[in-house]
Nanobody, 125 residues
């Protein structure tokens, strides 16, 4: 079993920045990717960003150039640096981990095995 613990959410004004962290503990596999998803009230949970074991990254178009995902393998931690935040970025942000063999599915929510509890990000206008 793997536990994911997020931190770093909060309230920020438009144009501001936040950094989210997600630490994995428990029985982590030797090869896994990490992703960030978000869910706004009344909307589906959507993909935001992901990073695979080798460090390759994927982003949804709406955050490209503003958000950066990174990971520290020694700490089993993934980060989401968010800059130039907009009110439409307001959501609960979830991190998730995906164990994979040869094929990595960064945007496929059902492929992720474990999820964190979520952290609220609110961007005021």
């Amino acid at each position: 079993q793997v536990q994911l613990t997020e931190s770093g959410g909060g309230l920020v004004q438009a144009g501001g920045s936040l950094r989210l962290s997600c630490t994995a503990s428990g029985r982590t596999s030797s090869r896994y990717g990490m992703g960030w998803f978000r869910q706004a009230p009344g909307k589906e949970r959507e993909f935001v960003a992901a990073i695979d074991w080798s460090g390759s990254t994927n982003y949804v178009d709406s955050v490209k150039g503003r958000f950066t995902i990174s990971r520290d393998k020694s700490k089993n931690t993934v980060y989401l640096q968010m800059t130039s935040l907009k009110p439409e970025d307001t959501a609960v942000y979830y991190c998730a981990s995906q164990t994979y063999g040869t094929t990595w599915y960064p945007t496929a929510r059902p492929r992720y095995n474990y999820w964190g509890q979520g952290t609220q990000v609110t961007v005021s206008s």
